[in-house]
């Protein structure tokens, strides 16, 4: 009994190892394939496009706010401090009068309409990337349910935080005569601006991730990503924002300082925003890409890469465990006339094939490593044509039709290998079908007038 449960236990460990190797196996493959994939679709320029659409906005909320709170200075005051970009000298009340005081003559529904307007060209330099990292042929229609729903949620998230900040700095807490409930709510009231942004952030990047692919993410996928996105962009924050400040770029380079400020970070938030939308997209498709990295070997790969994906892919424990499966010599993979749709990519060995008729086996051809096989029936829809029996030890990658399909839609150079596979295979056909026609015909020649062998004598 004690040494089956100290089996038990080692086992456990054992599991549990695997378990843990596995997520880090699947974490690097999604991690160097999403880096991979910015790179090669240029995501940084479509990053600072957004930066650009986001700048007008940005101020124009600025200008609103700074504008329409004027007999709240505690207000504008508590609402400046929230965010990094609004000590812009120019978005002042108390800017001196100059050429730019044009801009508060603007009437309040003019200004109403080109933050709406603004903040929707924003949302659809999003929705245009989007359609890039989620390969979304076409568009989906949510920009009227999700796009109504963002100005209000903005609104109640700046007031949400500006309430905290207010209370933390403005309220009297000295009339409590209580130092340590004194400390307590000031700490309480801090951290409801806090949490009211890194909420309000979270869901709009949650509603982004998951309302804006055609096809809809899995929810805890999209949560995890979101929450991953506030992570790196606070954490981005406390390393540059020491270094990173704005006043260095004022003296620098004055007014035209501030605006490029408020465009580097903007620029940095967007390439941490594409950069998790990649790595929900990947996440979702990992094995594909992983299947597809083993069966076609790129020719555009420098050295190091190929080392790289030799390491991630061609030794990958799990997608070998999952997918594949070891044979020997002499055992079949399948039978003719079977009614089976699994489709097979020959990674090592060799395959004979046999076709049956009359009782009679015969060799029809041989499959050799890194040939796909099992496609025809299921395209077709048919039964199996001939038997496939392994020559030598093998090993295959069994894919089921679901798999199987979404390569297909996801790999144009997967798609390219199939049909040239299939193009191959009826060309053999064919050239069996006119050999046994021409074999036939020579035959029922002969027994009407047979050949005249010398050694044989009179015919």
Not at 122 to 127: A, P, R, W
Not at 215 to 242: M, Y
Not at 360 to 370: N, Q, V, Y
Request: a neutral charge.
């Amino acid at each position: 009994m004690q040494n089956s449960k100290q089996h038990n236990s080692l086992w456990n460990v054992y599991r549990y190892k695997i378990q843990i190797k596995n997520r880090a196996d699947w974490l690097l493959q999604v991690g160097y394939t999403t880096l991979t994939l910015l790179m090669k679709s240029g995501l940084h320029s479509h990053a600072k496009a957004v930066s650009y659409s986001a700048l007008p906005f940005l101020l124009l909320l600025v200008y609103l706010i700074n504008t329409y709170l004027v007999g709240y200075p505690e207000v504008r005051e508590a609402f400046n401090s929230l965010i990094i970009f609004t000590h812009l000298n120019f978005m002042s009340q108390d800017t001196p009068q100059d050429s730019s005081q044009i801009v508060y003559d603007i009437p309040a529904w003019l200004c109403v309409i080109l933050a709406v307007w603004t903040s929707r060209g924003l949302f659809k330099s999003i929705q245009s990337t989007f359609s890039i990292i989620f390969a979304d042929h076409g568009r989906r229609r949510v920009s009227e349910r999700l796009f109504p729903l963002a100005v209000p949620f903005v609104l109640l998230v700046i007031a949400f935080a500006v309430f905290g900040d207010y209370v933390t700095d403005h309220v009297d807490y000295s009339s409590l005569k209580m130092p340590l409930l004194e400390m307590t709510l000031k700490f309480l009231f801090s951290m409801v601006s806090l949490v009211a942004l890194v909420l309000g952030t979270w869901g709009i990047a949650f509603l982004l991730y998951y309302l804006l692919p055609r096809k809809k993410p899995v929810l805890s996928s999209a949560l995890l990503c979101s929450l991953f996105f506030i992570l790196s962009t606070l954490a981005l924050i406390a390393i540059l924002g020491n270094t990173l400040k704005m006043d260095y770029y004022s003296r620098l380079y004055g007014m035209l300082g501030e605006f490029i400020y408020v465009l580097i970070w903007v620029y940095l938030g967007s390439i941490f925003f594409f950069f998790w939308a990649e790595f929900l997209y990947v996440s979702g498709k990992i094995d594909i890409f992983a299947l597809e990295k083993i069966f076609l070997e790129s020719e555009s790969l420098s050295k190091l890469e190929h080392k790289i994906e030799h390491f991630l892919f061609d030794r990958s424990k799990r997608i070998f465990e999952k997918y594949g499966q070891h044979f020997m010599a002499g055992e079949v993979i399948i039978r003719q006339n079977d009614d089976t749709d699994s489709i097979y990519f020959l990674y090592s060995g060799r395959i004979g094939l046999y076709r049956e008729c009359d009782g009679k086996k015969t060799r029809i051809g041989e499959l050799k490593a890194g040939e796909i096989f099992g496609e025809m029936a299921y395209l077709l829809g048919e039964k199996r044509a001939a038997t496939a029996v392994t020559e030598t030890e093998c090993f295959l990658f069994t894919l089921s039709p679901a798999i199987f399909e979404e390569m297909i839609s996801h790999s144009t150079s997967f798609s390219a290998r199939v049909i040239e596979s299939l193009c191959q295979r009826i060309s053999k056909m064919n050239q069996g079908n006119l050999a046994s026609s021409i074999s036939s015909a020579i035959s029922s020649a002969t027994k009407k007038h047979p050949i005249y062998h010398p050694e044989a004598g009179d015919v």
